[in-house]
């Protein structure tokens, strides 16, 4: 079945350590998202990408790196940097239809705890 | 992306109609209407969108003022499982512009027996 994948669904980690969280899609969708969740909150875009080997900042960018070398593959990496890294992370893709683009399709998450 | 403004929670009996309304004054001519929906630590599912006609699919119906500053997401029979937070958005849908979405913080529903 078409879909997108986040893994894992439940990940811990220590402070200070960088951890990078996983997003593939077999859509043959062209763009991909990523959102950070708090509890009770909407989601917040964190970054996104249109097009292989091209992503732009989404509003809370800081402390958050990716890369985007393959269509199907869109890895987010929490650094050290960012203070309160403990969400709920998101994933999405869409794509175009004609000039038209898509709805979006997320991934179920995973819920990050830093320790 | 238009900001929506939405309340942020309301309570529906069981088999009646839910109506969930979106005020988006500031909506673009080319923006369209989203609604999602999430359910408790689930990602977000595409419910509906519209321009400026009314819709309906198997899940919902989506009536658009005519002046198109407010929107409404009609659940017909609520059900149990249709306890959830909603969204609506607007995006264009025309160019590299419509793949950025900006989420608010939604109206938690839940739906009572």
């Known amino acids: 079945d078409g879909g997108i994948t986040q893994s894992p669904k439940y990940l811990f980690r220590k402070e200070g350590q960088n951890v990078t969280l996983s997003c593939e899609q077999n859509l043959n969708h062209d763009a991909m998202y990523w959102y950070r969740q708090d509890p009770g909150q909407g989601l917040r875009l964190i970054y996104y990408s249109q097009i292989v080997n091209d992503f732009q900042k989404g509003d809370i960018a800081e402390g958050y790196s990716v890369s985007r070398e393959k269509k199907e593959s869109f890895p987010l990496t929490v650094t050290s940097a960012q203070k309160n890294p403990t969400a709920f992370y998101l994933c999405?893709?869409?794509?175009?239809?004609?000039?038209?683009?898509?709805?979006?399709?997320f991934g179920q998450g995973t819920r990050l705890t830093v320790v | 992306d238009a900001k929506t403004t939405q309340p942020p929670s309301m309570d529906c009996a069981e088999g009646r109609a839910a109506n969930l309304p979106c005020n988006h004054s500031t909506i673009s001519g080319n923006e369209y209407v989203y609604w999602y929906r999430q359910i408790h630590s689930q990602g977000p599912q595409y419910i509906i969108h519209?321009?400026?006609n009314n819709e309906t699919n198997e899940m919902a119906s989506l009536i658009i003022t005519e002046d198109r500053k407010s929107s409404t997401l009609i659940l017909p029979h609520a059900t149990l499982r249709d306890t959830a937070v909603y969204y609506c958005i607007v995006r264009v849908r025309e160019g590299a512009a419509g793949n950025k979405l900006t989420f608010g913080g939604g109206t938690r529903v839940l739906v009572k027996p």
């Open positions: 999405a893709s869409s794509t175009r239809t004609g000039a038209r683009n898509t709805e979006a399709f």
């Open positions: 519209g321009l400026k």
